[in-house]
């Protein structure tokens, strides 16, 4: 049967039948048949939520051509009755769309650009790289957001236009100087491109279409053309994502308008309508429509009312086009994005179809895997020469093609070469190798991002990745106002302009108003979404703090003033909050590891890192290190120094701990600099750049510029970032602001997926290089933070006894206790733990009641909760200092039960085993949580460094609580439990 509604033209009309949300219908694929027998179809049976037993699709016309198979998602949308039909068509005549795999959002502006040259597409989204600078494209990006402010405050004469340039100028002073532009001369220039603006908006904005507003349309006269008045313009940039069609999108301006058709009048009334700004001159071509057309499913998705018509201004003539929404074009658009989502699908179940990747497959070579996880490329001259994706293009052929796949036309053959001849296969099997890795993690951050709008709330606050029910208690402008008066001085950056403190609603169905649940923590990237009306991912930002029953969120935009709020003015909006994850930074990875193929790229690098070339020294340029370093270096801290002076390639440090690794990099760097060296200085974590930062911040400071977002940076070290509204304000500002400083500080990324670490991502250059060249590294072995005790464990876990103490007095220290005599009350076991003659002990929970609790992927352990908070109750009693004291532990749930029971000694610190990492403390005590009849100690409890960064923290006393049974299960546990055996501390309760 064909869809229900027969007399409608196209999907989107058909569709209008159906409310808004049943307008697709989610389901998987069973079975796939071709029969091109009597007419080319293809039948695909379905299984979905939304009705029970199979139904059949049949496809027809271009349909046909559907890249799905069995086990496929889709949506299938159009007005079908999947309760009364058991066989639906889908075709030109039947109308119907279908979206594959649309769990993959895909960009409208690759879905659009895709029609051509598909392998194009999926690189630009495998790879962010950034396009060359050009000073029309900063005019154009300038106009752009000129536009965008003119018609968000609608605004247009003079005096606003000249205030917006100039701070438009400021905030483009970056793109300016990297194309030697001067301000004066760029504020000039926009302000003679932008004198028409004015008589734009005399001829299209108001609340009726005026009599000369008419829209472009070389075809027509003006009694046949259609007349534009724009209303409002109700956001800008805005992001929307589509679970429904499959796409995704960053709307230049979205605006409310109202059309006049002469063909069909009296229709006119005000729709939310997509507007383009395009700086180029006007054409009108397809990719324009296309991307226009496609914004208008996702303004549908977004207001809940159907948006047929987009609109296309350029602004080099205030031509404004009305792009209507055409079935056939539609039907290609979807195809094509379709096809796009099929590759990247394929990229996505890597490991879905078990395969891995072994660190023996270093050296691989060609596979018909490899080849598929891109589109064949289209080797056209005219397409290939100005592709700007197509050098990154050649190095994936190169290496997934070896020497069989090259082009045949002479001249594609030529380019082919100049971009990979310089490669040998080696090379060429390790960019392949290392791309699988990154599309490993990139496939486990998709995993979780697509349960936004796959999971309810509730069952993904269940998982620990969501706060579900959620109202807003507070709303500020920039970030909080209870900080210190110095962070108050930081201005409010572009990514955090609003701050809300959000609580449980009230009135919600969930019982629980606490948010202990959930896995979510500070600077963690979030998505806020509306539950009610539905409206997914309405801003973006980062968790501010967490406590007990509030969460303070820095938003990219306001969530008060949502226009999809203006249909329920007296309820108060409720808000899921998710966890987001930053796929985006996977493509600046593989872009960065593309840098290192290209034909133009250091090849003196590649070969140092590729090829384990032997990195080179000249002691010469070391030899007068002496004579400036600071007595206080002990003998491995200087040899240190000196082999990164002699270093011509690059030096290793391995800096076991507590052995100055932060003093160290400091002086390294303080020799650098004063040998005229830049530095750029990198760690995973916020905390340990800042901590270096910090030590050459005292005395004499070298030049620094620290980048980052400043929420997450030390308030005393936000003099040294760049502010972002105290903008530059002419190239010799700029110069001395960014080229200047000698040292610039930042963080990396860090990397998560067990696939990709199963794979090899975990195996650090570090490591690789240390491995191929014993000889470049260095030592620090002396360590000034534990007493034997402690450091014997570190030995024999990692060091293998070459970790030594740095003096007499650090070796034999004790934890003090000032008031020995007030533990006489607590229980005997408090009382003969915390005996300071005891430096490391194992409380053994195995003869109480003390099992571990599991809610999904979250554990703790109430029953060690309560022994460390007596442990530590009787620390505090005896006058240790609630600064000396920290609680860690691997599970992040059991964190914030721990925080909740030692809510009154804000001094002692309760930490993750990672969050530890670079802090110690006189007295450490360990909750290890796995206690359970099966024996299972869990992941974490398995990795030596985690254990070995734990163990460590401590000065002059580590408790470890934990049960022996279960954690020995884990090897590297055992090992420690065996040789505190040995040593009787191992403490029964
Ligand atoms: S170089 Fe040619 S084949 Fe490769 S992505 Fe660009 S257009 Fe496509």
């Keep these: ?84 039909c058991d066989e639906m068509r889908v075709s030109r005549k039947h109308g119907g769309l279908i979206i594959l795999h649309p769990d993959i959002l895909v960009s409208s502006t690759k879905a659009a650009d895709s029609s051509h040259c598909t392998r194009k597409a999926v690189l630009q989204e495998l790879i962010r790289t950034v396009g060359d600078t050009t000073p029309s494209l900063i005019y154009g990006n300038m106009l752009h957001s000129l536009m965008q402010a003119c018609m968000l405050e609608n605004r247009w004469d003079d005096a606003f236009r000249q205030d917006k340039i100039a701070e438009i100028v400021k905030q483009s002073g970056g793109q300016l100087f990297a194309v030697n532009l001067e301000f004066e001369k ?55 994502w589509s679970p429904r069609t499959g796409l995704k999108g960053k709307i230049d301006v979205t605006t409310l308008t109202r059309l006049a058709d002469p063909r069909q009048p009296g229709t006119e009334r005000t729709t939310p309508t997509p507007f383009e700004i395009k700086t180029g001159r006007t054409n009108a071509g397809m990719e324009h429509r296309a991307q226009t057309m496609l914004y208008t499913l996702l303004l549908e998705d977004r207001y809940g009312q159907s948006v047929d018509t987009g609109l296309l201004m350029y602004t080099q003539s205030n031509d404004v086009f009305a792009v209507k929404r055409g079935e056939n074009e539609l039907r290609g658009l979807i195809m094509a994005r379709n096809r796009f989502a099929s590759f990247l699908n394929s990229r996505l179940s890597l490991s879905d179809r078990g395969e891995r990747i072994e660190p023996s497959q270093a050296v691989s070579t ?30 994936f052929r190169r290496s997934a093609g070896g020497a069989e796949d090259v082009p045949a036309d002479e001249e594609l053959r030529a380019l082919y070469d100049s971009a990979t001849g310089h490669l040998t296969d080696e090379e060429a099997s390790f960019f392949a190798r290392w791309e699988r890795l990154i599309s490993f993690e990139e496939q486990e951050l998709a995993r979780f991002k697509k349960e936004i709008w796959t999971l309810q709330a509730e069952e ?72 009610i ?3 997914l991912a309405v801003a973006r930002g980062f968790v501010q703090s967490v406590s007990l029953y509030h969460v303070e969120i820095g938003l990219d935009r306001r969530i008060t003033d949502l226009p999809q709020l203006e249909r329920n003015p007296k309820e108060s909006p409720v808000f899921r909050i998710d966890k987001d994850e930053l796929s985006a930074a996977m493509g600046r990875i593989r872009d960065n590891l593309l840098q290192l193929f290209y034909a ?69 760097i303080r020799a650098l600099a004063r040998t005229g ?70 963080t990396c990324l860090g990397i998560n997926e067990s696939a990709a670490l199963g794979g090899g991502l975990d195996i650090s250059l570090f490591k690789r290089l240390s491995e191929a060249h014993p000889d470049a590294v260095v030592n620090l072995s002396c360590q000034y933070r534990m007493n034997s005790d402690i450091m014997s ?109 030692l809510s009154g000694l804000s001094g002692v610190e309760v930490l993750t085993a990672d969050r530890s990492q670079g802090r110690d403390k006189e007295c450490i005590i360990i909750s290890l949580v796995r206690s359970n009849s099966t024996k299972n100690a869990g992941d974490l409890l398995k990795d030596r460094r985690r254990i070995n960064v734990c163990l460590t923290r401590a000065k002059s006393k580590l408790i470890i609580v934990g049960s022996h049974s279960t954690v020995a299960s884990a090897p590297v546990m055992q090992e420690l439990l065996d040789f505190m055996r040995d040593r009787d501390w191992i403490y029964q309760l």
């Excluded at 080849?371 to 990154?392: H, M, Q, T």
């Excluded at 402008?477 to 950056?493: F, H, I, M, N, Q």
Aim: glycine share 4%.
């Design 533 to 535: 009306p539905r409206v």
């Design 793 to 901: 464990l570190s030995n024999k876990l990692v060091y293998s006894d070459r970790l030594k103490v740095g003096s007499e007095a650090v070796g034999t220290q004790q934890l003090a206790l000032p008031d020995p005599d007030a533990l006489r009350d607590a229980p005997l076991w408090v009382q003969e733990i915390l005996d300071p003659k005891r430096s490391v002990v194992f409380v053994d929970t195995d003869a109480l009641p003390a099992r571990e609790r599991r809610d999904q992927s979250l554990i703790d352990n109430a029953s060690e909760t309560a022994l460390v908070k007596e442990l530590v109750a009787g620390l505090v009693n005896a006058r240790v200092a609630e600064e000396d004291i920290a609680v860690i532990t691997p599970y992040r749930q059991q964190v914030k039960l721990v925080v909740h029971e």
């Design 600 to 668: 133009d790229a250091d090849e003196r690098r590649r070969k140092l890192i590729v090829g384990l070339k032997a990195p080179q020294f000249d002691p010469k340029l070391a030899q007068d290190a002496h004579r400036v370093t600071p007595s206080h270096l002990n003998e491995d801290q200087r040899n240190a120094i000196e082999r990164v002076l002699a270093a011509q390639d690059y030096a290793l440090i391995l800096g076991m701990p507590g052995t100055g690794k932060t003093t160290t990099t400091a002086e390294i």
């Design 366 to 395: 060609t596979s018909d895997v490899d080849r598929a996880l891109l589109p064949p490329p289209v080797d056209e001259i005219r397409a290939c020469k100005r592709c700007y994706v197509g050098n990154a293009c050649r190095v």
């Design 186 to 240: 760029a504020r000039e220039e926009l302000d003679e491109r932008s004198k028409d603006l004015e008589a734009f908006a005399d001829r299209y904005v108001g609340e009726e279409p005026k009599f000369d507003a008419f829209l472009s349309d070389p075809q027509a006269k003006d009694a046949d053309r259609c007349r534009l008045a724009i209303t409002k313009s109700v956001a800008e940039e805005e992001d929307v």
């Design 677 to 746: 060296k830049s530095i750029l200085l990198t760690s995973y974590t916020h905390s340990a750049v800042d901590n270096i930062l910090l030590k050459l911040a005292e005395g004499n400071t070298p030049s620094i510029l620290r980048l980052g977002n400043s929420d997450k940076i030390l308030p005393s070290l936000r003099r040294f970032t760049l502010s972002p509204s105290d903008y530059a304000t002419s190239l010799e500002d700029i110069e001395a602001r960014l080229m200047k400083p000698q040292i610039v500080a930042t």
């Design 460 to 531: 993904r606050e269940s998982l620990g990745r969501c706060l579900a029910d959620m109202v807003i208690d507070e709303e500020q402008l920039g970030p909080t106002a209870d900080v210190s008066e110095e962070r108050k001085s930081v201005p409010v950056a572009a990514i955090h302009r609003w701050t809300y403190r959000m609580r449980r609603n009230p009135k919600a169905s969930t019982d629980v108003a606490d948010l202990l649940g959930t896995s979510i923590s500070v600077g963690d990237p979030i998505v806020v979404s509306l539950e």
């Design 1 to 84: 049967v064909a869809p229900i509604t027969s007399e409608a033209d196209t999907p989107v009309e058909q569709a209008k039948a159906l409310p808004y949300s049943e307008q697709y219908t989610r389901c998987t694929i069973e079975s796939v048949t071709d029969d091109f027998e009597s007419r080319p179809e293809r039948k695909l049976t379905i299984s979905g939520d939304k009705f029970d037993g199979i139904r059949t699709l049949v496809l027809e016309d271009d349909w046909i051509e559907l890249p799905a198979v069995v086990g496929d998602t889709i949506n299938v949308l159009g007005s079908y009755d999947f309760d009364l």
